[in-house]
């Protein structure tokens, strides 16, 4: 280590993941102490990897000597867990002395009163904005700007409609935008949050608290959506959608454009599809090549999904995964058609309630994937069986044995909750 060069020590301790270890390292020698103040460019801070007996008052000093003895400092990350309450002066203190260099900043700290992270950090290099609980307000873009950011992440924040809006746009560069479990400020009881970014890309939205979205978002191409109850959900652009995931959502309506030529993946779960509705908003996705309906539940207790749909509408598919409960008197619509699924390479299968329907389901599905290398089998198995349960169970299992005996070439997976 004495002859590498001082530039080359700052970037290994720069691996480092906590800023402890750094601290340990700065003190060895005289020249371990300078590439820890002029070549460290990263500094992660974590609650948990300091003695619990230290207090409040003592985490906020070790933090800030070892803040300020770094020079030009790229990311900070500091994550202080809530029995921590931290005075305002010493983080605004950290904030004014890294912003300038400052490229990527993981922000979750309780303080009193609470900071303007917005004010602090606008107008600078800032790239990467991870907030979490934290509470945003009165949002200014016209001097709170992010010439330079390109993600952005909230999690557990809470700020109006509004402001959010306003936040997005102040952000001219934003690829990629995270909001997870947001308290959304309103006194309307029938809240929209209305976004728009002609440069986002990436979009992921867990249990926000409004009814509904509206998106305008020209060059969106991976939208997530989770753990929502919304009455409307629209997507306005140029048709740049190409991975749609949809998870324990329920939507009265969702619109996601009419254009859906570059979309390559929809993976739908836990969510109740009116199929005719769903199947139109997603038929011209020519170049589908992963199809993922799981746990779905059909607003029509006659209605299911029929491969000859899915093998004429999306020929270049690749990946399909299906898993949904199989009725009485449907299992041959399901299967009907003679166009084959030449591309699908991998296939899914899955139960949550075993039936006497599910082997020759499999069976049929097999027969129309002549191409299929993979077969991953899903199921779900209770603690307490009925008779009648352990009986289906076997009878699949015998089923399967002579399954694998016809297709060798098929690799066949199980996999149990």
Known sequence: MEHLPVEVIGNIFAQLSAARDVMV??????????????????????????????????LEIVITQTIFQTMGLQCLSIHIDNTHEFSAAPVIAWLMYTRDTLRCLYYNIQTNPNVNILEKCGRQKLEVLDLDHNTITGVEPSYQRFTCLKSLYLRHVSISALDLSLLVAACPKIESLALDVLEIVTSDPLSTMELTSHTLKSLFVKTVGVDKIILDADNLEVLHL?????????????GTLKHL?????????????ESTDHLEVVDVSNFMIVWPKFYNMISRACNLRTLRLWGVV?????????????????????????SYELRDGLLHYSLQGLSPLENVLVLELGWTV?????????????????????LVIHGVLSEAKTREERKMLASFTSFIVCLMRKYVHVDVQFEYE
């Open 25 to 58: 390292a700065s003190g060895v020698c005289r020249k371990w102490r300078e590439a820890c103040r002029k070549h460290l460019h990263s500094l992660s801070f974590n609650s948990d990897d300091f003695p619990r007996d230290m207090t409040t008052r003592q």
């Open 226 to 238: 989770n753990a929502l109850n919304l009455d409307l959900f629209e997507l306005s652009g140029k």
């Open 298 to 322: 059909f607003d029509d207790e006659d209605e299911i999904v029929d491969l000859e749909t899915i093998a004429v509408s999306f020929p270049l598919l690749r990946h399909l995964s299906l």
């Open 245 to 257: 995931k949809i998870d324990d959502v329920s939507v009265t309506h969702l619109d996601i454009g």
């Open 354 to 374: 075993i039936s006497e329907h599910f082997g020759p389901w499999v069976f049929g599905m097999i027969e129309r994937c002549p191409n299929l290398k993979k």
